[in-house]
């Protein structure tokens, strides 16, 4: 069985930083794309950032130039450095691996459980 797991949300001030981190943990599998998303309350699931295997990101507009998406290969980590947060960042952040390759079992769209990031005075 393979799982996500995230860390890293929190309480920040506006204009505070943050790091959250996601890590997959399991035996005989490889993820291609990794990404986060997030939902604020009453708001839909929407995409933040997402990154390949090679390291290609791409954004939503909302965090283009104040948040970075990276990964390590050999840890199965994906990271994203949230700088310069704004009140309307506030939202559950949930890390998502789409293709994940399980030996002898197939292709999974696998979530992580989701972390809660509030930005506020």
């Known amino acids: 069985q393979v799982q996500l797991v995230e860390s890293g949300g929190g309480l920040v001030q506006p204009g505070g930083s943050l790091r959250l981190s996601c890590a997959a943990s399991?035996?005989?599998?490889?993820?291609?794309?990794m990404g986060w998303y997030r939902q604020a309350p009453g708001k839909q699931r929407e995409l933040v950032a997402d990154?390949?295997?090679?390291?290609?990101?791409a954004y939503a507009d909302s965090v283009k130039g104040r948040f970075t998406i990276s990964r390590d290969n050999a840890k199965d980590t994906v990271y994203l450095q949230m700088n310069s947060l704004k009140p309307e960042d506030t939202a559950v952040y949930y890390c998502n691996a789409p293709g994940v390759y399980i030996r002898r079992s197939g292709f999974y769209n696998l979530w992580g459980q989701g972390t809660q990031v509030t930005v506020s005075s």
């Open positions: 399991g035996s005989a599998f490889s993820i291609n794309d």
């Open positions: 990154i390949t295997r090679g390291g290609v990101t």
